[in-house]
DNA sequence: ATTTAATTCAAACGAATGTTTGAATCAGGC
DNA sequence: GCCTGATTCAAACATTCGTTTGAATTAAAT
């Protein structure tokens, strides 16, 4: 095999540590010598560490939100006049996310970094984030209130909101579970992750919406000031 | 009302810094500037920046997770022989640490700052937190598996990862909520969001436990290798 | 072979970081 | 008063960071 491009060797390795150690913990220079590539090649092919960053979650991200959108068009199809099973929705968001970790291109390492930008406070990031993301908060926001007629709009948010953090923790934290626990088995079983994943956040959409406790009964709530 | 002693004032400044942006993106000359106190005063009152982060958290989260672990021996004496109830197991575990937010003394920004512990690649912190958590998680775990009988445990202890990225999510990201939807009515009450969230884990936890692929029914999984 | 552009390299830059130092200031006990 | 310990302060320390520079090297085209 010949001797792989620096360009691709950088955003490589970048992915790697990233993954490890998140994106303020790794520097440059970390990179560098990971790499084996001059400090200033980064600079040259990629401009900055903020667009390395992008560059990194780009790559794998882009093809991964495209496959969503795609299985989510294919399974409107499918359903023809239907709704979209709400299962069937929540697997097209997760499975082209969660496959990456069976991928031994990208390795578990990537799976991680993407539930990692989601707790990042960096603007720039998350701005970023936004952009790439956009179209398939649309897409997706619009297929679950359609899974979920009857739900009221503020609830399917707030409910998407907690479904969102149980995917970022899960990918972020993978390893968590395993010292927390001490069970391992299925670890590397992503099938089996995304099942766990659709059973529990599926039944939360579902769950039945509790009334406010007793003592707020009053119509007007009573305001403190 | 007397000028507060300079400990704690770097302490209460700290983490509100440290809430809005992050452990790593606040230097300690951002947290001096803000609180007028000398540099110096930092390390003659808390010896380092890692120390001061643990001093942080440790203020909010040692009160939080006693109330947590006596709230839940309470709701065991009242349930006599019977098992704890799902709901009031996680109502344990929510309600002592979203009310904070309504505590205008730590006002909103401690919430944030616990729920990005969790995402921090810190390894010290990672420990540390451990350390803080480790008689908390011992407690409810049971808790859960009492609740849930019937459950398979490796399962029960996947819920349970994925209720705390739920939790976590919402700490951290609350504003998130606003920017990807819109919607912030009920921001500001606690206890709503509290019920929220145990109506979507609960019936999380409580979900029924769907069957692998098909594709996989053979007795022994065929290995790739 | 000569020219041209793309790429690599060692070295330095300026800024920011956590930490340490040693003197100055304050507080209270004798 | 004076002394002792606790606290504050300005200044510097040693690293590390992302970034820039300008020359050296490589590769391709004429």
Not at 17 to 24: C, S, T, V, Y
Not at 25 to 45: F, T
Not at 74 to 101: D, M, S, T, Y
Not at 174 to 193: H, I, K, N, P, Q
């Amino acid at each position: 095999m010949a001797k792989t491009d620096t360009k691709t060797r950088i955003l490589d390795t970048a992915e790697r540590l990233f993954a490890q150690k998140g994106f303020d913990a790794v520097s440059l220079r970390n990179i560098i010598a990971s790499a084996k590539v001059n400090l200033a090649a980064v600079h040259y092919h990629y401009g900055s560490k903020q667009a390395l960053i992008y560059a990194v979650i780009a790559r794998r991200l882009r093809p991964i939100n495209e496959e969503r959108l795609a299985k989510l068009a294919e399974a409107r199809a499918n359903a023809g006049r239907r709704p979209v099973k709400l299962e069937n929705v929540l697997e097209c968001l997760f499975r082209p996310l969660f496959r990456v970790q069976a991928d031994p291109k990208a390795g578990p390492t990537f799976a991680r970094l993407v539930g990692r930008v989601i707790g990042e406070r960096n603007e720039g990031l998350q701005k970023f984030m936004m952009g790439e993301l956009a179209e398939v908060i649309i897409q997706f926001s619009a297929a679950f209130e359609t899974a979920l007629p009857g739900l009221a709009k503020e609830e399917t948010d707030w409910r998407s909101h907690f479904m969102a953090g149980s995917m970022a923790h899960t990918l972020c934290n993978a390893d968590l579970l395993v010292r927390f626990t001490g069970t391992d088995a299925g670890m590397s079983d992503y099938e089996t992750t995304v099942r766990r994943l659709i059973d529990f956040t599926a039944a939360g959409f579902r769950a039945k919406v509790s009334p406010p406790p007793k003592k707020a009964r009053a119509k007007r709530a009573p305001k403190k000031k």
